[in-house]
């Protein structure tokens, strides 16, 4: 194989990638943000936690279900953190 051919496959499947990595990037972001909007109780920490997943997008959303989602799951078990 010619370099230059090399070179295009190692860029198309980079950017594959990429895109890839970005839209499931995305759908765990809107997974979590629904999350909240659905499993929270209303309150001043349910507007916090959508205003954190809105305006720090992916981190926002990591720390809320490492933090807060997983706190919940612990406290009412798989089944009441999924309804």
Known sequence: ??????????????????????IAAFAFWIWM??????????GSDKIAWVLVILFTNLIGALI?????R???VKMLGQEGANT
């Open 1 to 22: 194989m010619e370099p230059q051919v090399a070179g295009s496959i190692a860029v198309f499947l980079f950017v594959f990638l990429i895109i890839v990595l970005s």
């Open 33 to 42: 943000l629904v999350d909240c909007l659905t499993q929270e109780p209303s």
């Open 64 to 68: 809320y279900y490492f933090v807060e």
């Open 70 to 72: 997983t706190q919940r």
